[in-house]
Every structure is written in structure tokens, then in C-alpha cells.
């Protein structure tokens, strides 16, 4: 953990480039570590049972708050390029959900305010709803067909043994390679060429 006791930026000027270096390294390993065990614990099964409900769906909304929403975001693009429909829940051309869709949600601590109203609406409407959290028995969980548990700290567990990473990172960062396996997965049964896929990258940029 660190404890910051000046924030006067002309007083870390004595910071030695060697010791940043060797921060960097001993915390690169620090992040590393941690995301590889939590990511092996995760159950393939219930990414499984995600992946099916992907597969049965007419349209794809994806979901979620701060930073795991800007990794939906991510995950979003990539089903785009698998040849999904996808839309961004908030974006203004995102349609009414309905029968036959799938909300894709995450939230760390399955309570977000937010992330759990677009899924109750969305179940109301007959869509299924998957969701990655790090709280089974969270009320984002109960409305979901399909969870998969990312089993790291919460946002607000500062004090956990989990990680000695920063406020919900470790579940961002496995959540990112979460749905980087999920979509490799989709596109190894599909054994579409990456030319196909690219097709569909967005080209006004």
C-alpha cells in the first residue's frame, strides 16, 4: 500500500531512476501474479454457460459501471468483429431491449445501482442477462442466467488478502482477460479468417 505525505511534485525529484525501475519491476510481477491466480480460479463451466447464452442471442447489450464498463466497452468491439450485434447500454443509438437479446453485465460487487436496474429491466423485458461479478449472492447475480465469479477483492475491500492492488484492478484487469478468452474461444469454433473479421473494424476513424 502506498502512503503519500507530500504532494509536492519538487520533492520527488530525489527519486533515483534505479529505484523506479526496480518499483517498476517488483510491481510488475506483483500484478502479474495476482492476475494469473485469480484468473485460474475462475470456473469454465459458468463461462461456458455465458458463451451459450452469446451464442443464442439475437442482439448483445453490454453494461457496467467506470472502469468494467470501459472493459465491456472492449469486450463489445471484439463480439462486433466476431460479427455480433452489439450495443453499448447509454449510448443514443441503443435500442429497446427485448425477447430473444442478452444484457451482458458486470459489476464487482453485483449491487451496483445502475448495472442491477438495466438488468431487472432487461429480465423484465424477456431478455436474458449474463454477468461477471466477484459476489455470487449479489442482487446483479440473482437476475442473471449465467454468472461467472471473478473471485477478486471488491473496490471498497481495501484491507483485503486478495490483492495489494488498488480499489477493484485485480477485477478489471482478469474481467479484460475474461472476455479476451471468451471472444478467442467464439472465434476458434468459428475458424473465420482475421481478414474476415477485419472487415468489420470501424473505418471512419
Known amino acids: 500500500m502506498s502512503t503519500i505525505t507530500n504532494t509536492d511534485p519538487a520533492d520527488t525529484d530525489h527519486v533515483a531512476p534505479a529505484d523506479t525501475a526496480r518499483a517498476f519491476s517488483r510491481n510488475r510481477e506483483l500484478v502479474l501474479a495476482e492476475i494469473s491466480a ?3 480460479r475462475i470456473d469454465p463451466e459458468q463461462v461456458a454457460a455465458l458463451v451459450t447464452q452469446l451464442r443464442l442471442a439475437d442482439r448483445v447489450f453490454v453494461t457496467g459501471a467506470g472502469r468494467s464498463g470501459l472493459v465491456l466497452k472492449m469486450a463489445a468491439m471484439r463480439l462486433m468483429h466476431f460479427g455480433l450485434m452489439v450495443h453499448v447500454v ?3 443509438t441503443a435500442p429497446a431491449i427485448r425477447a430473444g437479446d442478452l444484457l451482458l453485465a458486470a459489476s464487482g460487487s453485483g449491487t451496483t445501482a445502475g448495472v442491477v436496474k438495466a438488468a431487472e429491466t432487461a429480465a423484465g423485458q424477456g431478455a436474458a442477462v449474463a454477468a461477471y ?3 455470487p449472492g449479489s442482487p446483479l447475480a440473482a437476475a442473471a442466467a449465467a454468472v461467472v465469479v471473478i ?3 471488491q473496490k471498497t475491500d481495501h484491507g483485503s488478502a486478495v490483492s495489494r492492488q488498488y480499489s477493484g484492478s485485480l477485477f478489471e484487469q482478469v474481467l479484460f ?12 469454433a468459428d475458424a473465420a479468417a482475421a481478414e474476415e473479421l477485419w472487415q468489420r473494424h470501424a473505418n471512419l476513424e
Open 38 to 40: 485469480v484468473f485460474r
Open 90 to 92: 447509454g449510448e443514443t
Open 133 to 135: 461479478t466477484t459476489n
Open 151 to 153: 473471485p477478486a477483492a
Open 177 to 188: 482477460a475474461a472476455t479476451e478468452a471468451v471472444f478467442q474461444s467464439l472465434w476458434d
